[in-house]
């Protein structure tokens, strides 16, 4: 079955820098877009970050400049580099893909992993 597993987050400072991964399988990895989504304390989940199968990517643009997603495709894993970080980026985040057609058909998340920026 189709699963993405988010690395672990962690409790930063201001400033500091942290690199999520995202290990997909059960699936053909390098045929799809992926995406970073999250959910900050008492908002709804938002989209941050996409990368197409080809390796185009955007960002939302509160965090445009310093977030930065990837991927390996030989290693089914996508990445998103958050630097200088702010309080405000604190919040649970995901990892999705959609899948459009065929057996597999759905729209699947990772579980979450939790970053949390404090001085």
């Known amino acids: 079955q189709v699963q993405l597993v988010e690395s672990e987050g962690g409790f930063l400072q201001p400033g500091e820098s942290l690199r999520l991964s995202c290990k997909g399988s059960?699936?053909?990895?390098?045929?799809?877009?992926l995406y970073w989504h999250r959910q900050r304390p008492g908002k709804r989940r938002e989209w941050i970050a996409g990368?197409?199968?080809?390796?185009?990517?955007n960002t939302a643009d509160d965090v445009k400049g310093r977030f930065t997603i990837s991927r390996d495709n030989a290693h089914n894993t996508l990445y998103l580099q958050m630097n200088n970080l702010k309080p405000e980026d604190t919040a649970v985040y995901f990892c999705?893909?959609?899948?459009?057609?065929?057996?597999?058909?759905?729209?699947?998340w990772g579980r979450g992993t939790q970053v949390t920026v404090s001085s």
């Open positions: 990368i197409t199968s080809g390796g185009s990517t």
């Open positions: 059960g699936f053909t990895f390098s045929n799809y877009g």
């Open positions: 999705n893909v959609l899948i459009t057609s065929g057996a597999l058909e759905g729209d699947y």
